[in-house]
């Protein structure tokens, strides 16, 4: 069996029979008769902090730009040229083409040419022939386990950075695929790559957590090692394992010092992004709190259900819902609308910098970006400003971040406690294909979209795996333990009414509202939508609210709340526990190389919501935004809802 631990370099193409979910059917895939057109796309180079993980440029083994890095990049002068990438684009819809993107060229990235690099052949990967790793709770591993975890993280940590199997290089895997490094058709459209808000998220991280876990169970010699997951999803977890906490990473390798030391010992909040926070709240109550304060943390503690049970069953049927939209890398002419207005904001002087159409699901939009975002360092308050003095990081933009590690897409993966948090993600995956039988997209452009990994810490190599070899998690030879299927509260904390208002559309007619224009800017008031038209629903078909033209800066938080029929005044004290919460747009702040905004869109199902609310058959429904920003979120184009 070629197995594979570590390093993702790049898309490549593939055939074969596709993994059945093991609990729930799947659709096979269907043939795909049209030859597409090529794109290709190119990585470039960036800047971070030099603590241990180093380095102060990114860890990429380009041949345009290695021998301007630093440390990690210098020792891989032997390795193939990972930039080149081809896309290979089939068209699925008018308005969208899904990406499944293949390998075209594969060069040495030796750029001094004093010796022939040696030719690294990529092996495809084979399915495990049996599940021999459980992951388990990381809260509650026992000091056997929680010594073996450090032993692994603490060997990855001291293997050279050259290696692209340290955890140097592992932390550079995520900097560079998901903080804007890649790009598609670079010296014509020059648009971002990045493996989040579309499809690619959840197989992708999968495959990456895979290679990670198999390279730490190698570094021990023991290859029953499983992943232990941060299982945010129930009380008992909702807080930092105590596993990861220490004073400084030689004491302890799993911990990291540049997390919000703040949240260390706090109940996790999943509705944490809001400007107005709730006050921190122990993760363990005192035996002594009062009524008041029992409250507050058992107010808490359903809100974090309820997120999960919204992302998990009610807005989550679907792959569109769940995984996110296709990847698009054509524009659609509501963007390209976008782009106009843009343009004619600025006085002619272009559009945005970076376009994006794509939309991320349930499964990256709700508890995953908030964990990352609660768990990250926050940056100085004012007048205090950030600096790499400071233990900021350079982004590929040249200027410095320090809302890091967890907080910041380009320095996540320098924390360990960002892979066991991933693992709850792909858990929750996992448990939605299995015990809510969810179903994954049956496109060949999903299917067939590739990426390949290092394996073997000694001696890299080249695995080539592809997105339907990650469908059933036996096929990797890993599960979930029992207990964490068995007991699942948030399968039971539906969201109820709204009781802290009155609500629209349901009691006397309210004064009429003032419709508001597009562009509209959202900054710290919540703005109307009234009367947002809802179509007859077709047959096989749900309905989707769709707010597209959402211009945003990506190194700032950015929020906001997407709230139906509640009077403007109350929608701020809306929240994931009510169901007149429909969603939010949300993203885990990042650098742009170009710099100024990008442009995104949310997609939110809705017919759970019109459901519980007693909405079906209406007509209309009226809409409210509620912001939770930093600076501002410009909105281009009205929110509509479509049969999807």
């Not at 002594?288 to 919204?310: F, G, Q």
């Not at 709340?561 to 929608?571: L, T």
């Not at 190389?593 to 939110?604: F, I, P, Q, S, Y």
Request: hydrophobic share 35%.
């Amino acid at each position: 069996m070629a197995t594979a631990s570590g390093f993702s370099s790049f898309l490549v193409p593939a055939t074969a029979v596709a993994s059945r979910p093991s609990a729930c059917p799947s659709t096979l895939p269907k043939k795909n008769a049209a030859r597409p057109r090529l794109r290709t796309v190119q990585c470039r180079a960036s800047g971070g902090r030099g603590d241990d993980v180093d380095s102060r440029l990114l860890w990429l083994p380009r041949r345009e730009v290695l021998t301007g890095l630093s440390s990690v990049a210098a020792g891989f002068v032997g390795y193939p040229d990972l930039a080149s990438i081809a896309l290979e684009a089939n068209p699925v819809e008018s308005c969208c083409r899904g990406e499944k993107v293949t390998d075209k060229i594969v060069e040495c990235s030796d750029p001094n040419r004093d010796f022939p690099c040696p030719p690294i052949p990529i092996v495809d990967f084979t399915p495990e022939r049996t599940v021999t790793r459980i992951r388990r709770p990381a809260h509650d591993l026992d000091a056997e386990y929680q010594a073996k975890y450090k032993e692994a993280v603490r060997k990855m940590r001291a293997l050279d950075k050259s290696n692209p199997l340290s955890f140097a290089a592992q932390a550079a895997v995520h900097e560079s695929y998901c903080d804007g490094h890649y790009r598609l058709d670079p010296t014509e459209k020059n648009r971002p790559f990045d493996v989040h808000f579309s499809w690619i998220f959840a197989p992708w991280h999968r495959m990456y957590m895979y290679f990670y876990e198999r390279a730490l169970g190698d570094l021990i010699g023991d290859d029953t090692f499983a992943l232990p997951y941060w299982s945010w999803d129930t009380p008992a977890g909702m807080g930092i394992p105590a596993v990861f906490k220490g004073i400084s990473t030689a004491e302890n390798p799993l911990f990291d010092p540049y997390r919000n030391m703040d949240n260390r010992d706090a109940l996790i909040d999943l509705d944490y992004q809001k400007t107005d926070r709730r006050p921190t709240i122990p993760f363990k109550p005192p035996p002594a709190w009062d009524a008041a304060a029992r409250k507050a943390y058992d107010d808490a503690v359903r809100t974090n259900l309820s997120t999960i049970y919204i992302q998990q069953v009610r807005d989550g049927k679907g792959p569109r819902a769940y995984l996110g939209e296709k990847l698009c890398s054509e524009a659609s002419s509501r963007v390209k609308e976008v782009n106009e207005r843009s343009k004619r904001r600025q006085g002619g002087g272009g559009a945005p910098k970076v376009k994006m159409s794509n939309a991320a699901g349930t499964l990256e939009n709700l508890a995953h970006t908030t964990v990352h975002v609660w768990a990250g360092r926050s940056s100085p308050k004012a007048p205090a400003t950030c600096s790499v003095d400071g233990g900021g990081v350079v982004g590929h933009d040249g200027q410095p971040h320090c809302n890091n590690d967890m907080g910041f897409l380009g320095t996540a993966g320098r924390d360990p406690l960002f892979y066991s948090h991933h693992a709850n993600v792909d858990r929750m995956w996992h448990l939605w294909s299995t015990k809510l039988c969810g179903r994954g997209f049956d496109d060949p452009a999903w299917l067939d979209t590739s990426f390949v990994f290092y394996d073997d810490v000694k001696s890299p190599r080249l695995v080539r795996m592809k997105f339907r070899d990650v469908l059933d998690t036996a096929n990797l030879g890993y599960t979930y333990d029992k207990e964490s299927e068995a007991a699942l509260p948030w399968l039971n904390s539906k969201p109820t009414r709204f009781s802290g208002g009155k609500t629209t559309r349901s009691s006397a007619p309210a004064k009429p509202k003032v419709v508001s224009e597009f562009p509209l800017t959202l900054t710290k008031e919540a703005v109307d939508v009234p009367s947002v038209a809802i179509p007859a629903k077709q047959p096989g078909k749900d309905l989707v609210l769709l707010i597209e033209g959402i211009e945003y800066d990506p190194q700032i938080n950015n929020k906001f709340d997407v709230i139906i029929n509640v009077p403007k005044e109350d929608a701020g004290k809306v929240g994931p526990k009510d169901c007149e919460y429909a969603g939010s747009f949300t993203a885990v702040p990042s650098s742009n190389a170009a710099g100024g905004t990008l442009v995104g869109k949310v997609t939110l199902f809705i017919d759970g919501v019109l459901e519980d609310l007693g909405l079906t058959g209406e007509s209309a429904v009226d809409i409210v935004l509620v912001p939770h920003t930093d600076e501002e979120i410009k909105i281009y184009l009205p929110p509509t809802i479509e049969n999807a």
